[in-house]
C-alpha cells in the first residue's frame, strides 16, 4: 500500500530552526509537495520537489532523497505565524496525490 | 477576484438527506478536485476531473458523484448523507493533471451530518 508518515506534532521556539521529516512509501513518484495549513483555512502551497537535493525558499527549505524515500521542511527564523500544520504530499504514478496527516508546528514565544 | 470559491462554509444535514457542495474556479484550470480532510487523516480524494466533460474516482468515491460540465465549475453531491460523511471537504483546481502541477484549494466546506 502507499503510505506518507510524518511527526503528528512537533514544538518549537519564536527565531529558531525546525525540521520536519516526511518519509514515503508510494506506487511511483512524479515528486514531492509540501503545503501550508493554518487551523480552519486551506492548504497553501510551500515547495515541490521532484530531484535529489536541497531547494530553498526564503525562511523555508525542502529537501528530498529518492533513493531513502525521505524529504525535509526546514523553516529557519521561526515566526508565530508560521504556526500551523506542515503537510506532506507525494504525487504517485497515475499523478494523484497522497497524502500525509499532516505534522502541527507549534511556535512558543 | 482569481482562486476558487466553495459553498456553503458550513452546513448541518440530517441523515438521508441529499446535499450538493458547490465549487467554482476562475484560474481556466483544467483538472479539479474534490478532498475530504478528517482529524488524524489525510487529506483523501474523493473524486476528479482532468477537463471538462470528463470524471474519475478517487480512493473514497463511495456515496459521491460529481459532474464536470464546463470548466469552472464542479459540483460533489451527496445522495443521501450519513454521519460517516461528516468532514471537511475541500475543492481544488491544477492547470493541467498528468503532470505535476500544483493544486490551488479553496476554504472548504464544513459538514455535520446528524
Known amino acids: 500500500g502507499q503510505n506518507i508518515d510524518q511527526p503528528t506534532e512537533m514544538t518549537a521556539t519564536e527565531g529558531a530552526i525546525v525540521q520536519i521529516n516526511c518519509t514515503y512509501q508510494?506506487?511511483?513518484?512524479?515528486?514531492l509537495f509540501w503545503y501550508q495549513q493554518h487551523a480552519g483555512e486551506a492548504p497553501t502551497f510551500l515547495s515541490y520537489?521532484?530531484l535529489d537535493g536541497l531547494e530553498e525558499k526564503g525562511r523555508f527549505s525542502s529537501f528530498l532523497s529518492r533513493s531513502k524515500g525521505y524529504s525535509y521542511l526546514l523553516l529557519k527564523e521561526l515566526q508565530m505565524k508560521d504556526s500551523a500544520s506542515y503537510l506532506c504530499a507525494v504525487m504517485d504514478s497515475n499523478y494523484q496525490l497522497i497524502w500525509g496527516a499532516g505534522t502541527k508546528l507549534i511556535i512558543k514565544p | 477576484i482569481a482562486g476558487i470559491t466553495q459553498a456553503p462554509t458550513s452546513q448541518i444535514l440530517a441523515a438521508g438527506r441529499r446535499m450538493t457542495l458547490r465549487c467554482t474556479q476562475d484560474?481556466?484550470?483544467?483538472?479539479m478536485y474534490w478532498y475530504r480532510q478528517d482529524l488524524g487523516l489525510g487529506l483523501r480524494l474523493i473524486h476528479y476531473s482532468n477537463t471538462a466533460g470528463t470524471t474519475g474516482k478517487g480512493e473514497v468515491p463511495d456515496g459521491y458523484s460529481v459532474s464536470r460540465a464546463n470548466t469552472d465549475d464542479f459540483p460533489l453531491t451527496l445522495a443521501s448523507a450519513v454521519p460517516s460523511q461528516t468532514s471537511v471537504y475541500f475543492c481544488a483546481s491544477s492547470q493541467t493533471s498528468g503532470v505535476a502541477d500544483t493544486q490551488y484549494f479553496g476554504p472548504g466546506t464544513r459538514l455535520t451530518v446528524l
Open positions: 508510494t506506487s511511483g513518484f512524479n515528486g
Open positions: 484560474m481556466r484550470h483544467n483538472a
Open positions: 520537489n521532484v
